[in-house]
């Protein structure tokens, strides 16, 4: 289909077309839709995965897609009115667009080279969203659900703290084309309600950061040479390192150590 429409994909926009039918069937059945859905799909490609959304009964379908050229492809060969193509980067658009028609699914298959800024967008505008699911590469999928041990760090606490997280099925390379030369994953995202706040966030967040410049390094090695109020901290804390620390760890240390 790629091929066939004749227009050439770009690098740039990290084009991997989805070829796997039943890949889109089970993305759609983890997500509970119904006539009243309001459904957006992020980088459409030649819309193998919109002809898919639109086989369920929906009430719309937004599809943001940067390349002018498929954009205007699937304009032209999918007519259902409930598609809406924005031929828009997704990272630029106005969060107001999205407000009437709240809360809204996603599905959508995301460029490897963007994952983490739309994820960020997805975290920052999470009132607008019910759930969704998105593929991202299986690396990025194992650290952001990653609770312990080796890959976990400041993106698990990060969205975990945000959003219900599971990790979905793992997709080969032969899903695609063309073939990426790693393997993606479907990625669960629910917004959690009643998030509690963190006092000073950005700046816990900063922290948290910090703590994991060196994951191998003890917490004291990370942060000695910064202006926390690390004399507070017990020493068998300083000497352990960020990934032994769960979330209600790293609070009740950020509640010492931001103190002077």
Known sequence: MARASGIRLKKKFGQNFLRDSNVTHHMIAAVDLNNQSSVFEI???DGFLTHAILEEPIARLWVFEIDPEWAAYVQETIQDDRLHVYQKDFLAIDSALLE???PWTILANLPYNVSFPILHWL???RYLLKEGVVMVQEEVAQKITKTSG????FPSLFFQYFFTCKLLDKIPPSAFEPAPKVFSRLLYLKPKVNVSSIPDE?????FIQKCFKQPRRTLRNNLHHLHYALDNVPEETLQKRAQQLNMQDFIALWDVVRKK
């Not at 080796?150 to 760090?153: A, I, M, Q």
């Not at 950005?202 to 900063?206: A, G, N, S």
Request: proline letters at 0%.
């Open 150 to 153: 080796r890959g976990y760090g």
């Open 123 to 125: 975290q920052q505008h």
């Open 43 to 45: 980088g459409c490609g």
């Open 100 to 102: 009437e028609h709240k």
């Open 202 to 206: 950005r700046l816990f967040w900063d």
